[in-house]
Structures are given as structure tokens and as C-alpha cells.
């Protein structure tokens, strides 16, 4: 399978190096207002049968039924957590619409953040994309009308409310998605993804595990793992992890009665602000540790919450890699404990695009702590 993500790879690179195209396209929104044109004219005269019964198998389904499918996502340079949000939801709309995911790779706006995407989600998640979900052909290359679209963040927005209801009969349905970022999009089908994602992190299982000592994961403590997020973060829009929090965090989990039984580990994209107030952390409780990511994939960190962490607190909130971070701490784990930082971001209007019963898992727990000197915009 390995072998198999690799060859996708340098199929999808030699497609974007004979086509190279500049992602600059304004993306279109449906306005259902709108009179009738050529398009919803042909959507009007098109007559489907009804759709098949889908298979119980990851990202198949047993139509012939299209959802053409782009992400703004895969479109721009993000990271990883975003790209598999991309796809987990996009998988997850094409089920409920009945319907086969294609990512179109020879679309014009499928440049090299695009293929970089699909090969990085194909790699470290053998079978999350099926070779069937990636189209190579010249059928679907031009940026046309998106019949469905979703630019809503971190809201669940029912699909079937967001586009023509002619347009389901229709056997090519264009869809585009800005970030998806909801689990209720892809939580349904957790029997049939959540074997491959377990695949995924074990391949990384010595990597996570070089990434602390040994003497480090005290045995007998309540490991409490602390994932911060500051690049990109400490502008007026997202709400970045800040010592405020941080230490009103430790304290909280630090009750005098058990303040030895407790050890915190710290991880973040940012490990030289993490050195800069270890010693501040550490009088609240010597217990505490910085594990150093550097030079380790990103799996690496999210199979180490994945076996390690008995308790994890998201701290940047809004971080998309917290957030599976967090995700994967539970997978057959059903008694780990997850918090997050009730404010989720500093941006009103970013805020008019994010639930926390959207965005949070049901059993996750905010915590409602003072932030600083971090006021919200």
C-alpha cells in the first residue's frame, strides 16, 4: 500500500509539471436566489435513477454518482491537520449525499499545494484516499459553477440544505468545501475509518516514543499532555496559547493532595517559547516537561497522545492539529480525558463561523479559564 501512496505521488507530480496553473481564482458561493440559467436548465432536464446502496467501505461507494470534490484546504499551503479535516469531510458529504468522491487532480486549480496534499494524506494514511477517489483524467479540469458549496469553518452544515434539491438527481454533482472543519460531517462512518487511521500511527510508534525518555513518562503519575500553538496564532484572529493560560491550566489539574501524582507534558510548534517559561510552569508543579518534536513527523506527536496521555488539554483551541491530537488520544482509549480552552478565537468574525457542539466532540470538556492580557477582537 506504502508502495502504491508513493507511485500516486509521482504520477500527480509529473500531471502538475506538464499543467502547472496559478491558484487565484475568487471561489464562486450559490446564490439560490438567482434566476434560472443554462446550468440549472440542464439540472432541470437531467433524470437520474435512484442511487445504489452504498458499500461498508471507506471512501467507496457502490454508484455511479459523482461528487466532485475541492477544498480550499488542499488549494492553499496548510497543514496537516487541515488536509485531513479536508478529507474525512468530504468522504463523509459524499456519504450521506450517496455519492463517489473524486478529487479531480488535473483541475486548474489543483496546483502543487493540491497534489503535495493528496500525497501527504495517501502516505501517511494508506487507503484514507482509494486510488478510485482521485481522477487523472481530463473530464473534470476547468473551475466551473460549484453547485454545492460550504465555506463555513468549524459549523456542520447539512449538505443537503445547500444546494438545489434537483441537483441530487443529476449524476455529476461540483463541490467545493473552504476548510470542513466538523466531525459530524465524518463521525458516522468511524467503523469504517477509524482501522485505517490506527494503521497510519503505528508505523510511527518508535518515533513517538524517542521523542520523551524513558525516566520522563513517570509510571506512576496522571499524565496530563498540554498541546500549545503560536505560529500564526498571536495575530487578532485565532487565540494563541499564552502563559496565563497555561498557568491557571497546571493549577487546575494540580490539587494539593495529589500535586506529585500529576506530570505534565508540554508539546508545541513553538519549543523555544516553551523553554522560556518552563521555569515559571515549574513552580507550580516540578513535574512538567517539554517534549521536543523537532525532526519527528507530525504523526510521530499524534501517536504519542495516542498511547501516552491519560489526560489532554487543547490549548490553542482553534489548532486543527490539537484537535486530532486530542481525537486520536481516545481512539480505543474511551476513558481518556479531553479539555479545551473556551475561547476559541479572538476574531468576531471568525467566531460567526465555529459551534463548539460543531467543532468539540460531545465527551470533550471546556475549561472556562482566565487567558491574560489576550483580549478578544
Given amino acids: 500500500m506504502l508502495l502504491l501512496s508513493f507511485s500516486l505521488f509521482f504520477l500527480l507530480v509529473a500531471l502538475f509539471e506538464a499543467d502547472p496553473k496559478v491558484c487565484t481564482a475568487l471561489y464562486k458561493v450559490i446564490d439560490e436566489n438567482c434566476p434560472a440559467n ?24 457502490d454508484t455511479d454518482r459523482l ?16 488536509r485531513l479535516f479536508a ?15 473524486i478529487f479531480p487532480a488535473r483541475h486548474e486549480l489543483c496546483t502543487w499545494h493540491c497534489i503535495e496534499a493528496l500525497w501527504e494524506i495517501s502516505t501517511l494514511f494508506p487507503g484514507l484516499i482509494p486510488e478510485k477517489a482521485i481522477d487523472v483524467s481530463a ?30 438527481q443529476q449524476q455529476t454533482l461540483r463541490f467545493y468545501g473552504s476548510f470542513i472543519q466538523s466531525y ?29 525518555p524513558i525516566e520522563v513518562i513517570d509510571p506512576g503519575a496522571t499524565r496530563i499532555c498540554l498541546h500549545t500553538r503560536r505560529g500564526g496564532f498571536t495575530g487578532d484572529f485565532h487565540q494563541a496559547s499564552n502563559p496565563t493560560f497555561l498557568r491557571n491550566t497546571i493549577q487546575h ?44 513527523p507530525p504523526v510521530a506527536t499524534w501517536h504519542f497522545f495516542s498511547q501516552y496521555c491519560d489526560k489532554v488539554v487543547i490549548t490553542a483551541s482553534s489548532s486543527t492539529f490539537g484537535w486530532w491530537a486530542a481525537y486520536f488520544s481516545q481512539l480505543g482509549r474511551p476513558n481518556v480525558e479531553v479539555y479545551y480552552n473556551k475561547r476559541f478565537a479572538k476574531s468576531a468574525a471568525y467566531l460567526t463561523q465555529q459551534k463548539d457542539e460543531d467543532f468539540f466532540l460531545p465527551n470533550w470538556i471546556p475549561l472556562d479559564l482566565e487567558n491574560g492580557n489576550d483580549k478578544r477582537k
Fill in 38 to 61: 443554462a446550468v440549472i436548465q440542464e439540472i432541470l432536464n437531467d433524470e437520474r435513477p435512484e442511487p445504489t446502496k452504498r458499500e461498508s467501505n471507506w471512501g467507496i461507494v
Fill in 253 to 296: 489539574f494540580s490539587k494539593p493532595k495529589n500535586r506529585r501524582n500529576v506530570q505534565f507534558l508540554l508539546f508545541g510548534d513553538d519549543v523555544d517559547w516553551l523553554r522560556s517559561i518552563e521555569a515559571e510552569m515549574k513552580i507550580l508543579n516540578p513535574n512538567l516537561h517539554i517534549v521536543d518534536q523537532k525532526g519527528s
Fill in 184 to 212: 459530524k460531517y465524518f463521525i458516522d462512518y468511524q467503523d469504517e475509518y477509524e482501522p485505517i487511521l490506527k494503521s497510519g500511527l503505528k508505523a510511527f510508534a518508535k518515533l513517538s516514543a524517542s521523542m520523551a
Fill in 139 to 168: 473530464r473534470h479540469t476547468k473551475n466551473l459553477y460549484d453547485e454545492l458549496v460550504i465555506n463555513e469553518c468549524c459549523l456542520y452544515i447539512d449538505p443537503f440544505k445547500r444546494h438545489f434539491p434537483i441537483q441530487q
Fill in 67 to 82: 461528487l466532485i470534490s475541492r477544498s480550499q484546504a488542499f488549494e492553499v499551503g496548510t497543514g496537516l491537520g487541515n
Fill in 87 to 101: 478529507v474525512m469531510s468530504t468522504f463523509g458529504i459524499a456519504n450521506k449525499l450517496n455519492r463517489q468522491a
